[in-house]
């Protein structure tokens, strides 16, 4: 028996495994063979229906569950750097968007923005733009992977303009984000947003500076800071992933009067 659909394991210290369940795992903690795992599988309701859990040869516990988005973006292919969830979920909070919202993402990367926002806004297609084929690739696997299929992917440069209109939302995770500006007035709807990730702050106060060039656009940027701390000594971690980018919003407010 193989499954068509992957499977999330957990153990009881939150690590995690995604797995098809076609061969056994390997693990610090033992062996999990396949055989087991199809048997546990098969009792009774569905994984993440009730409780179902599997040993490794060693007797150690972990727990079968359906994996969702955020599984799936954890532990997909990366090749560029990636933007971190923190940020995606500033980003649609920030924003307002939802099923239907009408978006374009700008600099695929390894797709982690678009899987995260493509979850939020289904059924409604969301499109992003790469220029480079190796990276478009790259995010294909890791679509299919999760079983997103409303993702559209255009190997375009999306400084020379941008097809769709009445949008949303644009996010741009570019090198010359004020370059997209000029565009967007024109794709974006009455309130609708551009918002920039960049990973310094001179990028960051170009894109502010060409945004008031502009005009018709109110924005602000912030900084997401994350500490983790560890709850059994009542402290911050020493090591943890801090800063990773400024992200600018930009609201448009330009219309025909």
Not at 86 to 105: E, M, R
Not at 193 to 203: F, G, L
Not at 236 to 251: D, E, K, N
Request: include cysteine.
């Amino acid at each position: 028996m193989r499954f068509n659909y992957p499977i999330l394991l957990l153990d009881e210290k939150g690590k995690s495994y995604l797995i098809k369940g076609n061969t056994d795992l390997h693990t610090k903690d033992g062996v999990i063979k396949k055989e087991e795992l199809i048997k546990e599988i098969k009792k009774g309701k569905g994984v993440g229906e009730i409780c179902k859990i599997v040993r490794t040869h060693l007797g150690k516990k972990f727990f079968i569950i359906s994996p969702n988005i955020i599984d799936f973006i954890k532990k997909s292919k990366l090749g560029p750097q990636k933007i971190s969830l923190k940020d995606c979920a500033l980003i649609a909070s920030y924003t307002g968007i939802s099923s239907g919202s009408k978006v374009v993402d700008a600099g695929t990367g390894s797709g982690i923005l678009a899987m995260f926002l493509a979850n939020i806004i289904a059924p409604e297609k969301l499109i992003t733009y790469e220029i480079r084929k190796e990276f478009a690739q790259i995010a294909k696997k890791n679509f299919k992977k999760a079983g997103i299929k409303n993702i559209k992917i255009k190997i375009k440069d999306i400084y020379k303009g941008i097809d769709e209109k009445n949008l949303d939302l644009i996010t741009l995770d570019l090198q010359e984000p004020w370059k997209v500006i000029k565009h967007a007035k024109n794709s974006l709807k009455f309130g609708g947003y551009i918002v920039s990730y960049s990973p310094s702050i001179e990028q960051s106060k170009k894109f502010f500076d060409s945004l008031e060039k502009e005009g018709n656009f109110y924005s602000e940027t912030i900084e997401c800071l994350v500490r983790n701390w560890d709850m059994k000594i009542v402290r911050p971690y020493s090591g943890m992933l801090a800063h990773t980018g400024f992200i600018t919003f930009a609201r448009f407010l330009g219309c025909e009067k």
